[in-house]
C-alpha cells in the first residue's frame, strides 16, 4: 500500500483563523473542506496545520476508550477531550460532538450542556445528530449564540434503532435524509455532516441545501470530507469500507513495541547515550 500521495499538499490560500461565517461562505466553492477528527493535544496541533476544522467526534468512545459504540460517551469525556484538543488547535474550526442523551430532551438541556462544553473548552461550535426532530433544538441553540453543525443520514447513536450501523442505500428513505438536510438548514445549522449514503443522496443533499455538506462515506459529492483520525493514519483494526488509509501506524508501533521489548530483555537498551553520568557538586 502507498502511503505517499500525488496530489497538492498544503493549501495556496493563506489560512486565518477559521470562524463559522467562513466555514459556511465555503459552500459550493472550488476547494473542498478539510475536516478530521483529534482527540488529542498534539494530533490537533498536526492536524491543525492542514485542517480547515477539527471534529472531536464521540467516535472517541470506540477508538479511544474501546467502547463498542459511541452509546457510552459522557459530557466529561468530551469536555476532557475538547480542552486537549483546543490546546493544540490554532487555525482551525474545532467542533465538540454533542454525546448521547445530553441534548435529545429539551431545547433548554440541550442549550445547558452545548453552553457547558463551549464554556469549558473554548470550542467555537458544536455538532449533535439528528434531522427534522432536532430543528427546534437546533434553531433554539443558533438564536441563542451557539453555532451547530447537524449530522444526518448515518446516525452512530441512532444504532438501536436502526439495527446496527447502516449505511443510507435504498431510494425509499432518501426523501427522508433530503428533508433533514433541509430542516436543519432552515433552523440555522452553519453546517451539515452527511454520513455513509450512496453517492447519488449526497449529491442531491449538497444540491438541496445552501451550507456545506461533510460527508463520510458520502462520495465526493459533499462540499468537503471528515475521517476519524485513527481510521485514516491505520491506528484503528475495524475500518468501514469507505475509509482510505493514508498510512500504517499500527504496523509501525507493533514493530517500535517489539524491538523496545527485545532490547530491554536483552540489555541493549539504556545504552551509554541514554543514561545519566553522576556529576560532582
Ligand atoms: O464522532 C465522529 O467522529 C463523527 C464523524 C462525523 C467523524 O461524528
Redesign the pocket.
Known sequence: MSTTSSVSKKSDTPRKKMTVPNFTARKGGDEPLVCL?AYTAHVAHLVDAEADMI?V????GM?IHGMPN?LGVTMEHMIMHGQAVMRGANKALVVV?MPFGSFEESPEVAFRNASRIIKETGCTAI?L?GGREMAPTIRHLAARGIPVMA?VGLM?QQMNTAGGFKAVRDEDVWEDVIADAKAVEEAGAFSV?V?GVAEKLADKVTKNVNIPT?G?GASAKCDGQ???FEDMIGLFPRVPTFVKRYGNMEDMMVDAISRYAGEVRDRSFPAEEHTYKAKKS
Open positions: 477528527t471534529l467526534g464521540d467516535s472517541l477508538v459511541t460532538d455538532k445528530e449530522h452512530p455532516v454520513e461533510i463520510i471528515i475521517l476519524v
